[in-house]
Each structure stands twice: as structure tokens, then as C-alpha cells.
Nanobody
Framework: QVQLVESGGGLVQAGGSLRLSCAASGRTFNNYAMGWFRQAPGKERELVAAISSGGSTYYADSVKGRFTISRDNAKNTVYLQMNSLKLEDTAVYYC???????????????????WGQGTQVTVSS
């Protein structure tokens, strides 16, 4: 049984930074691509960033240059470093594990089969 546990969310002022972590267990972590998604009230869940098993990355246009996704296969953990946060980054952030390993399908939500419980990120003015 795959378990994904997010941490690191919280309240931060606009322009500030947060680092989210997602600890995975249940199957060989380094065999699968990982992604961070977010969902704001009244909006659909959207992909923020994703990383393949080999370290290739994908970012939504809205976060390029501000967010960085990384993974530590020795720790079975994926991270999302968020800098220069904006009010519109406020959302519940979810970690997800893909059924694929490579770059193909990184940006497609239908490829992600396991999800964490989410962590709230609130950016204030």
C-alpha cells in the first residue's frame, strides 16, 4: 500500500518562501515519477511541478522560475521549494505518485495513481 505524507505547509507573507516535503512508502520510490498539484477553493486541481525517476522536471508556467521540485531517492522524499510566493499560490498542495517513471505523461493528471492528504499553503498580503 503506497502512502504519501506531505508536510511543510503554512502561512507565509507574499514574497516569502516555503519548502514542502512528501515522504513516500509502499513501493520502490525511485521507479516512479512524482508530482505536486494544488487546488484552490472553487478551482480544479492543477499540476504545479513534476519530476521523473531520472530527474527530468516539468513546471506549470505560473510557477516557472519561482518553484523547484527535487527528489532524494535515498530518503524516498520529493520536495517543492517555493520562492517569491504570491497570493494566488494559496491552495491545498498535494503530492502524487505516477504510474510511470519517465518524462512521458509527467504533465497528465490521469497518470497519477496515488495521492497524499494535502497540506495547506496560505499566502497573505
Amino acid at each position: 500500500q503506497v502512502q504519501l505524507v506531505e508536510s511543510g505547509g503554512g502561512l507565509v507573507q507574499a514574497g516569502g518562501s516555503l519548502r514542502l516535503s512528501c515522504a513516500a512508502s509502499g513501493r520502490t520510490f525511485n521507479n516512479y515519477a512524482m508530482g505536486w498539484f494544488r487546488q484552490a477553493p472553487g478551482k480544479e486541481r492543477e499540476l504545479v511541478a513534476a519530476i521523473s525517476s531520472g530527474g527530468s522536471t516539468y513546471y506549470a508556467d505560473s510557477v516557472k522560475g519561482r518553484f523547484t521540485i527535487s527528489r532524494d531517492n535515498a530518503k524516498n522524499t520529493v520536495y517543492l521549494q517555493m520562492n517569491s510566493l504570491k497570493l494566488e499560490d494559496t491552495a491545498v498542495y498535494y503530492c502524487a505518485q505516477s504510474r510511470r517513471s519517465g518524462y512521458y505523461g509527467l504533465s497528465q493528471i490521469k497518470e497519477y495513481t496515488y495521492w497524499g492528504q494535502g497540506t495547506q499553503v496560505t499566502v497573505s498580503s
